[in-house]
C-alpha cells in the first residue's frame, strides 16, 4: 500500500518537466553569467574608490587648542561652585536671624553669638564678645539642654568641632520676625528641628559655615 501518491502524478500534464529547448533556456542563464564577471571588477573598483578616497582629516592645532580650553573650562565649572545669589545676600544683611555657633569642651556645649556688622560697603561677619568674657567670645551654656530642642542637638555637636545655628520664630509677631524666619529658610536653609524659649518656640537650621559674607581674619 502506497500512502503518498507517485511525483509524476503532482505534476501537470500541460507543463513538461523540462524545457522544450535546452540551448534556449540556458542562455539566459550564460549572459547573466557573463554580465556578473564583467559588473564585477566594475563594483569592486568603485568600492575600493570610496575605501581609498574617504580618509580622516587630523585636526589642526587650533582645534586641539580649542578643545583643551573648552575641557578645562568644563573641570572649572564643576570644581568651583557658583556664586550665591546676590538677592539672598541682601537679604540676609536686611533681616539677619540669630545666629549661634555651638561646640562640645570637655563633655560641656559651649557657645557665641555671630551677627553681620557694617565693613564699608559690604558687611562682614562678627561674634559677640562680653565684657567680662573670653577673647574669642566662647561661653559655657548649661541652661541649652532646658531649651527643649527637638532633635536633640548632641549628635551634630558630636559629630564636628563647631556648628552655627540659625534660628527665627515660628510664629512671627512683627514684620521683623517675618522676614527674619524667611531668611532663615532661603539663606541657611529648610528647618531642622525647634526650641522654646521664653514661652516663644522658635525653628533652627544648623550649617557648617556662614553665609554670603566674611569672617574675621
Known amino acids: 500500500m502506497t500512502l503518498l501518491p507517485p511525483i509524476e ?7 513538461p518537466r523540462f524545457p522544450a529547448n535546452p540551448a534556449r533556456a540556458a542562455r539566459p542563464a550564460t549572459a547573466r553569467a557573463v554580465l556578473l564577471i564583467v559588473g564585477w571588477p566594475a563594483l569592486a573598483s568603485v568600492g575600493c574608490f570610496f575605501h ?3 580618509k580622516p582629516v587630523p585636526p589642526t592645532q587650533q582645534q586641539v587648542a580649542a578643545y583643551a580650553q573648552q575641557q578645562t ?3 572649572n565649572d564643576v570644581s568651583v561652585p557658583n556664586e550665591e545669589p546676590r538677592q539672598r545676600c541682601d537679604q540676609l544683611a536686611m533681616a539677619t536671624p540669630g545666629v549661634e555657633e555651638l561646640r562640645t569642651n ?8 555671630w551677627r553681620l556688622i557694617a565693613n564699608g560697603a559690604a558687611p562682614r561677619w562678627a561674634f559677640v564678645r562680653a ?3 573670653a577673647a574669642d567670645g566662647w561661653a559655657p551654656k548649661p541652661g541649652l539642654d532646658k531649651l527643649g530642642f527637638q532633635p536633640p542637638l548632641e549628635p551634630a555637636l558630636n559629630s564636628a568641632s563647631s556648628v552655627f545655628l540659625a534660628y527665627a520664630p515660628v510664629q512671627g509677631e512683627s514684620l521683623a520676625d517675618s522676614q527674619k524666619s524667611a531668611t532663615v529658610r532661603e539663606v541657611f536653609g529648610p528647618a531642622q528641628g525647634d526650641f ?3 514661652g516663644r518656640k522658635y525653628s533652627y537650621t544648623l550649617t557648617r559655615e556662614l553665609p554670603c559674607f ?4
Do not use: C, F, Y
Not at 563633655?107 to 557665641?112: A, D, L, V, W, Y
Not at 566674611?214 to 581674619?217: K, M
Open 106 to 113: 570637655h563633655g560641656s556645649i559651649e557657645s557665641r553669638q
Open 52 to 54: 581609498s578616497t574617504v
Open 131 to 133: 565684657n567680662d568674657g
Open 214 to 217: 566674611p569672617l574675621p581674619q
Open 9 to 15: 502524478q503532482k505534476l501537470s500534464p500541460m507543463a
Open 196 to 198: 522654646t524659649w521664653r
Open 73 to 75: 573650562a568644563l573641570r
